[in-house]
């Protein structure tokens, strides 16, 4: 009996112990749902941080100015896309801008690319006399920022007659010292010394190796430098506003802040708007599909730093 | 045979260099050079040697712009790495797995893709004292009872400046701390975990050590960064970098020095000064986060001068 | 509220659009068209390979047909420069006109004819951009120099000159004197017991009381100050000017300023004294508030600076404020501020302004209503310009034959100007066609029947450009950032002497070839 009742206080324990149990799991979880969904609201107010902008210049890109102005901020989109553009057009060369911007942004990647893969191979592979000076000069200038240079390059350019050329913002490019620098690195840990030795066995030309063999092998390092070229170029406004001054040759930075000074500025914000819209959208499809490679490759940089 | 082909070398780094020299390191010169003269952007340069020089220490204009930039940073840099690091925190936690990184790296980075022009004129519409969004909202929902001059006030516009920028670059910041968290190995965060470290013990003992080095790094370039920032002030400003100066920077200022004033020679002395004050805290920031390699190159360097020694007293000895 | 913001901004841009197109409307062409331009013409050229190219801040050249004008005259098939094309480009100032056209023309790609507004063309004209306009004049057929210097207004003439060679360079076709627009009833209530003070019933009353204000009250910095704080005083609602910039034009306070630069080619301290009282007035005009501030804190081209034009201003803590005068040259009456006066009915009372969507009806009847008549045009301490467009021919250019035609068809051409004045009914420099114009006139009904045109007419034969210096723009830049440092009370600003240290600092560095030390700070 008394065991019995000893089993049963026993049971009783047990029970007490499961249930307090399962009150401090349920608390825990409660704890945790509550740590979480506090966290991911935080996180979502970010993101609406982040990208509210954005979002207030699309929606506003589709509305037309005077319900911007007079019923201030909405989530919905309106009919007035169309007419913007109409507005836009008949005030900027929109499209104009946009593909000299894009004309600049593209030669300046792929002049950046091979040349830097060029040199970084050139110095990687052969060992003339004055390598290691004139690498050295490399390292030196990169520390110097580019804005010592801009007064004399204006100059320069001007005495060059290339002032409102294209080719001005263009032609640097060939020498862009970060991109041969990283190259150099990637090409050391990407290329194998015995491989171009044997192409030369095999009677191959050296330029033929470096384009058949050297730079498929270096191109995710040129993928990834190349993003961030054509971004820097794409946004590039400085040097443009100073270098280009007709109105045929303006890239679309300098397009978009040439609305400011337009009447539609105030009168027709749905066509301002969409002047933004649009010098945003392309950079945001770019990233979109380049992301995983900029991010990776960013995360990659700071681990080395 | 090998010589030869060692000398095609030259051929591979040849367009390189040519184009180095033409467009980047003689235009350098050719500042330095205008650093010296009197010069309008036409007519006739006059060598004034190092009179540009002195008045950079007479100049009021310099010490503003450079403790505007302090400002505009100070503020910016504080925000952006709290929020950086509170992120890191978030997605550094053994106990909570909070997930979606990878969306929410690509989402906080998105704003600094967008040209730093386009974001000056939508700031610019979006903080409009009469007709901006922000404005709008907050009279609606009754915050306000008149407008905020967010860039027509001196003090507003720096720190709507910083805001813009804490925007901009809180996303860089906190992809670079995640990755030197995450190259520190997770047994460490595991045994601080059972150790029955606090969060706060784990930010301070290993999460910060590890990414102190990147730390140093963003902060050093984001103060060069900041020296060099001209897209926004200049396009919120009209070029002017009013309201009372406040955000005119160095670049606004040389610009305005060379193609308002009309004085190159001295906008090119302006340029060398930001040179210097860039180089000296690049220098700085390298001694300080290479402290340790720094230390091991002298120390093997007195090594080697004693082994030397050494060796040569143990030659003279043997002589003897 | 933000509807009537947004009304006013609809204003505020059609004022903008007259700052950059002061005639909207092409102007027709004359029965001119028939005869062909008598002009030099390079034997054996074929135009019609070439191209000219004209640049300018303003797209008024091309609203107002101007560059259609040209090639019917000049380019048409049978015209002296048949088939040529031309090219017009408009950059207007904040999109940095100049920081485009001063490489351009270094780099000798320079556009054939460019415009500027003045202290651009005196840069022009430093640089030796602008080629020789008077012995092109000389070697044209039938242009006659002598006539025309004598039918362009005196100071317009004058400021295109290159003072290195003593001949023109430059030359405008309009001429942008400007005046203090101010309420007749609201001066009549202050002022209206005082000395001399017109009575009601004179004939020209508006006329009248311009020219008592003008002499009385508006005729020196010391005056013009007291008048604001008399307003001030008489009623505590009401503000003479709707912000400091409005006194902006009067720093000089006479109409001999001293040169900025002096024979020496240093920074003129007499210039500075000149300047002082002006720096005074300003840091006593300025008021956080509106309640400490002697004017309404409307900046120019603000919402309420439009508003305070016809109705009473009411800032945020629901107070009414009411503004008595404006700065405005002769394009400011029509364009910004008659749009904003009080119409009255056939009793006299003040209409409604019809909304934002009213019917198409209400708005013509509105437009159609009288002006209430309540303002008149006084001038102030010294006389003063706003704006203008100067003409002048690329030194390089590769057809000087056909860019003077362009030249001459703009400012030679008087059938044309004529023309073009009677639709845009603007103030031109040429004698030969203000003349009739101001002969004929019969007054403004929006100042009550004055003569506004007379006014405008002698205050721009007052003007005199001869001591401007290519440093005035530049100069009045950095001083006007100092004075704005000084009266908003900024750190390190406690007095003028501290203004114009500051100021000298400035210039020590910027333009350190006319700086020296000892300049006055008192």
């Known amino acids: 009996m008394s065991d019995l009742n000893n089993f049963e206080k026993a049971d009783d324990q047990v029970q007490k112990q499961n249930i307090q149990r399962k009150k401090i799991k349920n608390k825990v979880k409660r704890k945790k749902a509550l740590v979480y969904s506090i966290v991911y609201l935080f996180l979502a107010f970010l993101v609406v941080v982040a990208v509210v902008p954005f979002w207030i210049v699309i929606i506003n890109s589709t509305r037309d100015g005077m319900s911007i102005s007079t019923q201030g901020m909405t989530l919905i989109p309106g009919k007035s896309l169309v007419e913007n553009y109409k507005i836009l057009v008949e005030n900027v060369n929109i499209g104009r801008g946009f593909f000299n911007s894009l004309k600049i942004a593209t030669l300046v990647t792929i002049l950046s690319g091979y040349f830097s893969a060029l040199t970084a191979y050139g110095f990687h592979m052969y060992n003339f006399k004055g390598k290691n000076f004139l690498f050295g000069i490399i390292l030196i200038f990169m520390m110097v920022p580019s804005q010592l240079a801009f007064l004399g390059y204006v100059k320069w350019m001007t005495q060059l007659g290339l002032m409102d050329t294209h080719s001005a913002l263009i032609i640097p490019s060939i020498a862009s010292i970060g991109t041969v620098f990283f190259l150099r690195a990637y090409i050391s840990a990407a290329l194998s010394k015995e491989i171009i030795e044997s192409a030369r066995i095999d009677g191959a030309g050296e330029l033929y190796i470096f384009h058949r063999i050297a730079l498929p092998l270096m191109a995710p390092g040129v993928a990834t430098m190349s993003i961030f070229t054509f971004i820097g170029s794409w946004n590039n406004y400085l040097s443009a506003r100073v270098i280009l001054s007709s109105k045929e040759n303006e890239t679309l930075p300098m397009v978009i802040s040439s609305l400011k000074a337009l009447k539609i500025w105030y009168l027709n914000q749905g066509a301002i708007y969409l002047g933004f819209a649009i010098s945003i959208v392309p950079i945001v499809v770019v990233f979109i599909f380049a992301s995983k490679y900029l991010i990776e490759n960013i995360s990659a940089g700071a681990v080395k730093g | 045979m090998k010589k030869i082909k060692d000398k095609v070398g030259y051929l591979f780094i040849s367009p390189f260099f040519l184009v180095f ?300 | 509220m933000m509807k009537k913001l947004s009304i006013l901004l609809i204003i505020l841009m059609l004022a903008s659009l007259v700052l950059t197109a002061c005639g909207t409307e092409p102007a027709t062409t004359t029965d001119g068209t028939e005869e062909t331009p008598n002009v030099v013409v390079e034997e054996g050229k074929d135009y019609s390979k070439e191209k000219l190219v004209i640049w300018s801040f303003t797209d008024e050249l091309q609203t107002a047909g101007d560059i259609d004008y040209f090639k019917e005259m000049y380019t048409a098939p049978g015209k002296p ?46 640089a030796g951009y602008y080629g020789n306009l008077e012995a092109m004049i000389e070697s044209s057929p039938d242009v006659d120099l002598a006539a025309e210097k004598a039918d362009y207004k005196e100071y317009i003439w004058q400021s295109g000159i290159d003072p290195a060679t003593g001949k023109l360079a430059a030359l405008s076709w309009q001429v942008t004197p400007g005046a203090i627009f101010f309420k007749t009833d609201m001066a009549t209530e202050v002022w209206g017991t005082e000395a001399g003070f017109p009575s009601m019933d004179t004939p020209d009353y508006n006329a009248e009381v311009s020219t008592w204000v003008s002499a009385n009250k508006f005729n020196s910095i010391e005056n013009l100050l007291a008048a604001q704080e008399e307003v001030k005083a008489f009623n505590p609602q009401w503000r003479l000017f709707p912000d400091d910039q409005a006194v902006r034009f009067f720093a000089a306070g006479t109409n001999n300023p001293v040169k900025w630069v002096d024979e020496n080619g240093t920074l003129n301290p007499a210039k500075i004294k000149e300047q002082i009282p002006y720096i005074n007035m300003v840091g006593s005009m300025y008021g956080e508030t509106i309640e400490t501030s002697l004017t309404a804190n409307a900046a120019e081209w603000s919402g309420p600076w439009f508003d305070a034009m016809d109705k009473d201003l009411t800032d945020a803590q629901g107070k009414t404020w009411q503004v008595m005068a404006y700065s405005m040259p002769t394009w400011g009456l029509k364009y910004i501020i008659e749009p904003n006066m009080e119409k009255v009915d056939a009793q006299g009372n003040t209409l409604e302004k019809p909304a934002e969507d009213a019917d198409q009806a209400t708005k013509d009847a509105y437009a159609a209503a009288p002006y209430k008549g309540n303002w008149g045009m006084a001038v102030g301490p010294n006389s003063y310009f706003w704006g203008g467009t100067y003409v002048g021919i690329n030194a390089d250019t590769n057809l000087p034959e056909a860019a003077f035609g362009f030249a001459k068809s703009m400012l030679f051409d008087k059938e044309r100007l004529a023309a073009r004045q009677a639709v845009d009914s603007d103030m031109y420099s040429v004698e030969s066609v203000m003349a009739p114009v101001i002969a004929q006139y019969d007054g403004r009904d929006s100042l009550g029947g004055m003569n506004h045109l007379q006014v405008f007419n002698e205050e721009a034969s007052k003007i005199d450009l001869s001591n401007v210096t290519i440093y005035d723009r530049g100069l009045n830049d950095l001083l006007g950032v100092h004075i704005t440092n000084y009266k908003q009370g900024a750190a390190g600003y406690t007095s003028v002497a501290d203004t114009l240290k500051a100021f000298y600092a400035d210039v020590q560095v910027t333009y350190p070839e006319i700086y020296v030390d000892g300049l006055p700070t008192e």
């Open chain 3, 81 to 126: 420069f048949e088939g040529m094309e031309v090219e017009f480009v408009a950059v207007s100032i904040q999109d940095g006109y100049m920081d485009k056209i001063l490489p351009a023309l270094e780099s000798g790609n320079g556009p054939d004819v460019f415009t500027g507004e003045l202290d651009q063309v005196k840069q022009f004209i430093e």
């Open chain 2, 21 to 320: 020299f033409l467009f980047n390191a003689y235009p350098i010169l050719f500042t330095i050079y205008l650093s010296m003269t009197r010069y309008k952007g036409f007519g006739p340069k006059v060598f004034i040697g190092a009179d540009n020089f002195k008045l950079l220490f007479k100049d009021p204009n310099l010490v503003d712009a450079f403790m505007n930039t302090i400002k505009i940073w100070g503020v910016n840099i504080i925000f952006q790495i709290f929020l950086a690091l509170l992120l890191v925190m978030i997605f550094s936690d053994i106990k909570y797995k909070v997930k979606g990184l990878g969306f929410f790296r690509v989402i906080f980075y998105l704003p600094n893709l967008i040209a730093a022009a386009t974001i000056a004129l939508i700031f610019m519409k979006l903080l409009d004292k009469d007709y901006g969004v922000v404005n709008q909202v907050l009279f609606s929902i009754g915050w306000i009872d008149k407008p905020i001059g967010w860039l027509t006030k001196p003090i507003m516009a720096q720190m709507s400046v910083s805001g813009i920028q804490t925007w901009m670059w809180f996303g860089n910041s906190f992809i670079l701390f995640m990755a030197s968290v995450q190259a520190v190995s997770k047994e460490i965060y595991e045994a601080a975990r059972i150790d029955g470290a606090g969060r706060l013990q784990v930010l301070l003992n290993i999460t910060i050590p590890s990414i102190k080095p990147i730390l140093m790094y963003v902060m050093v370039t984001g103060l060069i960064g900041g020296l060099q920032l001209f897209d926004i002030p200049f396009l919120i400003t009209d070029g002017k970098g009013f309201p009372e100066g406040s955000l005119n920077t160095m670049i606004v200022y040389i610009y305005n020095m060379a193609f308002v004033h009309k004085n190159y020679g001295y906008a090119s002395a302006l340029s060398f000064a930001l040179f210097v004050v860039i180089m000296t805290f690049t220098v700085v920031f390298t001694v300080m986060t290479n402290k340790k390699e720094i230390k091991e190159f002298f120390n093997n360097r007195k090594l080697v001068k004693a082994r030397k020694k050494e060796l040569s007293v143990l030659k003279g000895s043997a002589k003897i």
